[in-house]
């Protein structure tokens, strides 16, 4: 068990299943941060802690740099035509 770091709250226990699906949540383009906040009770101060401690600094470095004004990881930001979280092909079995 890990636990999720918080300035507002006591830290959660996430099992290593929570941790990589926060992190697949993170890197997700479409995937807001209020959906990891809804799902998982982090914020995304918290996700940027957490993930600074998860990954490899480049990687890190990387994942900031690719988020950082992304309009899609902003539920306040999205245009109103992107209703889902992930991309209509994404799951489809090939």
């Known amino acids: 068990m890990h636990t999720a770091p918080s300035a507002t709250a006591r830290p959660r226990p996430f099992t290593d299943?929570?941790?990589?699906?926060?992190?697949?949540?993170?890197?997700?383009?479409?995937?807001?941060?209020?959906?990891?906040?809804?799902?998982?009770?982090l914020?995304?101060?918290d996700v940027i802690t957490l993930l600074r401690r998860q990954l490899k600094p480049g990687s890190f470095r990387r994942w900031r740099q690719r988020v950082t004004g992304r309009a899609t990881k902003h539920q306040a930001l999205r245009s109103p035509a992107v209703d889902r979280a992930y991309c209509p092909t994404q799951y489809k079995h090939r």
């Open 43 to 45: 914020g995304e101060g």
């Open 17 to 41: 299943e929570d941790l990589s699906r926060i992190i697949e949540m993170a890197w997700e383009d479409r995937t807001p941060f209020e959906s990891i906040a809804v799902q998982f009770g």
